[in-house]
Every structure is written in C-alpha cells, then in structure tokens.
C-alpha cells in the first residue's frame, strides 16, 4: 500500500503565475487534508476535504486558493496568482473515518 | 481547540532514554492525546496516541498523568534518526484537523 503520494516534490512559479499540488491519498482513504508550513514556521491547517466536498475550510485564505477532492483522482489545492508570501512547504495527509492522519512528503513551492 | 504547552528544545545523547513532555491543563474528557514528529524536510509521522491508559509500541512510549493534565512521550534510546521536531497534538481521535504547535526540537548527539 502506498504512502500519500505529492507532486511535485519541488515547484517553482513567477508571481502572478499559478500552482497546482496534488496528492493522492492512500487506498481506502477518504478523508484528505491540507497543511501549510512556511519557513521557520509550525503546520498550520488549510482545509479538509472528503470526495466531492469541503469539510472545512476554515484555514483556507480568503483569496486566490482553492482545494477540490474529485470522485476520480487526486486531490487538488490550487493558488492564483502566487506571490512571494506563498513560498511554503504544503503538506497533504489522508486518513480513514477514525485514527491516525498520514502525511505525503511535501510539495516545496518556491514563487520568484 | 483546546492548546498544549511543550519546552521549545531538548538534547539527548545517543542511545539514552529522552521524555518530551506536554502539558494540555485544559484537556476535554474526549480528547486523544496524540504524538507526531517531524524529522528534517520531511512530512509529520505519526509516533503514538492515547486517553488514559499509558500506551507503548514499537517507536515510544505514551505516559499519561493520572488527571490527564500533562503526557510525557519517551524514547527509550535515542538515535540519531530520532532527531525532530516532536508536536503535542489534542485531538477527538476521529476525523479531524490537527492543530500543531511549534513542538519541542529534539537534538540527539552522537
């Protein structure tokens, strides 16, 4: 069974360009989150997705970002637009109804 | 949600016991106390979790106060793969987001 699977591990964007991460969460999982980690900085919580819904977006900015959870294929989180501020490490973790969340490696975004 | 308290750094030295405490006074009934590290440029890791009861499995050792004010994870010997940041997390146990604090920076010298 294979691990959360993002990519790309690394990404670099010009402002004003766009950025697509994706993550495939393990098989049986349905449950898909987001997190943010700029430098220096803690996991902050983005949002929380099942198939076909948002669950939670409370820790979504209010522009520029958006997250889908298709029925088919992986996980989305989109960011419009990049600026500067949004070079981060973005996290996604998938878990079952109950337990344990397991996270991929990280996409590493880089906006120049 | 409710917060949990961690010292910001801890040494160890290799192949000796380590105890990360945690401190979460404000703890519900229902929460789950759950431990995840994360090691350099790599994605969280779960460690261990529990309520009550003091757990164990094959990476640490869950020690829960008796009124479930404070926790404390323990290595048993330390590595230096076990150097991380190692975050206190308050939690239901279900599906939910995990609220991360800045975790205790475990050094492990050789």
């Known amino acids: 069974n294979a691990g959360v699977m993002q990519n790309p591990r690394h990404l670099v964007r010009r402002r004003g360009q766009e950025a697509r991460l994706r993550c495939s969460p393990m098989?049986?999982?349905?449950?898909v989150y987001w997190y943010r980690q700029l430098p220096e900085e803690g996991l902050k919580f983005m949002v929380y997705l099942q198939k076909e819904n948002i669950i939670d977006e409370s820790g979504m900015p209010k522009e520029r970002f958006s997250a889908e959870f298709p029925k088919e294929g992986p996980s989305i989180l989109r960011i419009q637009q990049v600026v500067r501020g949004d070079s981060a490490a973005y996290f996604c973790?998938?878990?079952?109804?109950?337990?344990?969340?397991?996270f991929g490696q990280g996409t590493r975004l880089t906006v120049v | 949600d409710a917060k949990t308290t961690q010292p910001n750094s801890m040494e160890s030295n290799e192949e000796e016991p380590v105890h990360l405490p945690c401190n979460h006074s404000?703890?519900?009934?229902?929460?789950?106390i759950h431990w995840y590290r994360q090691l350099p440029s790599q994605g969280p890791e779960y460690v261990i979790h529990?309520?009550?009861s003091n757990v164990n499995n094959r990476m640490a050792s869950l020690a829960i106060a008796e009124d479930r004010k404070s926790s404390t994870l323990i290595l048993h010997r330390a590595t230096l793969r076990d150097a991380a940041v190692y975050y206190c997390?308050?939690?239901?146990?279900?599906?939910?987001?995990?609220?991360f604090g800045k975790g205790t920076k475990l050094t492990v010298n050789p």
């Open positions: 404000t703890i519900s009934g229902t929460d789950y």
């Open positions: 997390i308050l939690g239901q146990g279900g599906s939910e987001k995990l609220v």
């Open positions: 973790a998938s878990s079952p109804n109950t337990g344990r969340a397991f």
């Open positions: 529990g309520l009550t």
């Open positions: 098989k049986g999982h349905s449950h």
